[in-house]
């Protein structure tokens, strides 16, 4: 976890998206792949830590099948990402921080351990919270001033 919490603060600010990490290990614990939220400076909508991970973990298998594989994550997963670790068969999903808003994992849906899906994940939850926590709230606090500052520039019209 604490190699996905520097991934995540390796990400370029200003950034809109938040800071999260995220690793691929195979059952060997070796490092597969490695990504962290990057939409802004990629351009590209899916460009979330766990599918950048993913992508290279399977360019690093040779194939869309992770079986056996672990992914850390400094935040719980979306639905687009918890959708991509059910269809590449990851054996388990090791979480930092919950997302209250977006989270698929707990939070808001369980898309990872649904038993109409073909394929579920083992969980591991809230680990190092006391680091990852902060990565979250302190954007968070960022992003709410940068808002309430374009608000004020929208009234003055600048």
Same mark, same amino acid.
């Given at each position: ?5 520097e991934l995540a603060? $390796? ?5 809109? =998206? ?23 400076? $990629? ?5 979330? +830590? ?13 194939? &869309? ?18 959708? +991509?670790? #059910? ?10 921080? &919950? ?9 808001? &849906?369980?898309?990872?351990? =649904? ?8 969980? #591991?939850?809230?680990?190092? $919270? ?6 979250? $709230? ?21």
């Open positions: 976890m604490r190699q996905a919490i603060r $390796t990400r370029v600010p200003p950034s809109d =998206d938040p800071p999260v990490g995220a690793l691929v290990y195979d059952h060997d614990s070796r490092l597969l792949g490695q990504g962290y939220h990057d939409r802004p400076g $990629t351009g590209d909508p899916t460009a979330y +830590a766990e599918l950048t991970a993913l992508r290279q973990a399977a360019d690093a298998v040779g194939g &869309w099948r992770l079986d056996g594989c672990t992914v850390v994550t400094t935040l719980e997963p979306g639905v687009m990402a918890a959708g +991509a670790l #059910v269809l590449a068969r990851i054996q388990r999903l090791v979480i930092g921080s &919950w997302d209250p808003y977006h989270g698929a994992v707990c939070s808001q &849906w369980d898309l990872v351990r =649904d038993r109409r899906l073909n394929h579920r994940l083992e969980v #591991v939850s809230e680990v190092l $919270t006391d680091e990852t926590d902060p990565l979250i $709230t302190d954007y968070l606090e960022v992003e709410k001033y940068h808002a309430e500052q374009r608000r004020i520039d929208m009234k003055l019209g600048l």
